[in-house]
């Protein structure tokens, strides 16, 4: 086997197990707040951060280096977890996912400012295309858009820009400062709220929630195994094989069907991501690929993704064309 086929293995298991993961956030959503739910998953996940911290060698202190940007960062990553675990309770699966596989065309427009890109017209084609693609989904003025629309849409955005402020200052700041502040403004935000949400949870919910960190953890470190194991052109389009897991998952568990114009508009919103991804690995500068070069699983707000890891990773990419 070699080692693009691997690494693509390795994605699709990743991917699927965070499909799983949203499966149990979905379940839950429909009983607790979305404040809850983060919570309990970020306290859960402490033990597993901590075995993480346990293994960085890495010299310095925890104070970040760029800490404006840091703060940042931080407040999007808060935002992102609840309002995409929100939107997962609210929405069929497959909408979610449509609405939230917008990301890379939202880190495409956030790149110019932030990183200094230039995103010439081929790009800029295809971001338009995708953003056009959300609109099917949505279909304002003939179907009603409800608050969850908004999250997902609030939680593309802001896991974009999150995702984004990790590829300008990730090179500079450790690991562990990268995973440690957002999961730890996480609980402190979500659990200043609780008094205001909170309902008794029974053993088997606190279980769920156990789920929820251990998958996430799991698939986190395969995607960096995958990273590690295959090109970033190959591995990082196996993420739109999420929209397969979300229809039979919402057949299954939640009686869920996939309308025409939702299928519609995921597969123009897949097809102008997966032009943005294979257009950025013609390019070697790592200014030039920020889609390629920031990664983070919008949804999992215990920080246990791929947020600040992408230095691990091996890149074997082409040089780019002028005329991208």
Do not use: C
Not at 77 to 88: D, E, L, N
Not at 102 to 112: C, D, F, G, H, R
Not at 138 to 163: K, M, V, Y
Not at 198 to 213: F, N, V
């Amino acid at each position: 086997m070699s080692s693009n086929v691997k690494g693509a293995v390795l994605a699709l298991i990743a991917f699927g197990l965070f499909s799983t993961h949203d499966v149990f956030i979905k379940t839950l959503g429909a009983i607790y707040s979305p404040i809850q739910i983060v919570f309990f998953s970020v306290l859960l996940s402490f033990p597993l951060a901590t075995i993480m911290l346990m293994q960085d060698g890495k010299p310095g202190t925890l104070v970040p280096v760029h800490p404006w940007w840091m703060a940042v960062r931080t407040v999007g990553a808060v935002i992102t977890g609840v309002s995409a675990f929100y939107a997962f309770s609210a929405l069929p699966l497959t909408q979610t996912y449509a609405i939230l596989f917008a990301t890379p065309l939202l880190i495409t427009v956030l790149s110019i400012p932030i990183l200094g890109e230039t995103v010439r017209l081929r790009r800029w084609m295809a971001v338009i295309v995708g953003l056009i693609g959300v609109m099917v989904v949505l279909r304002p003025g003939s179907t009603d858009l409800t608050l969850g629309h908004g999250a997902a849409i609030l939680a593309a955005f802001s896991g974009a820009f999150a995702s984004i402020v990790v590829r300008k200052i990730g090179a500079e700041e450790r690991t562990v400062v990268m995973l440690l502040y957002p999961m730890v403004a996480n609980f402190v935000v979500m659990g200043t709220a609780l008094g205001f949400v909170y309902k008794p949870m029974p053993i088997e919910h606190l279980g769920m929630l156990a789920i929820i960190s251990i998958l996430a953890w799991i698939a986190g470190r395969v995607i960096i195994a995958a990273y590690q194991t295959g090109e970033a052109a190959i591995v990082a389009p196996m993420q739109y094989s999420q929209i397969l897991w979300a229809t039979a998952y919402g057949l299954i568990f939640f009686g869920e069907t996939t309308d025409f114009y939702t299928a519609l508009g995921a597969m123009i919103i897949i097809a102008s991501g997966l032009y943005i991804v294979f257009r950025e690995s013609r390019g070697g500068g790592s200014k030039n690929t920020p889609v390629l070069r920031t990664r983070s699983r919008i949804g999992t707000p215990s920080s246990l993704r791929l947020s600040g890891l992408m230095k691990s990773d091996r890149f074997r990419d082409k040089p780019r064309s002028e005329d991208d």
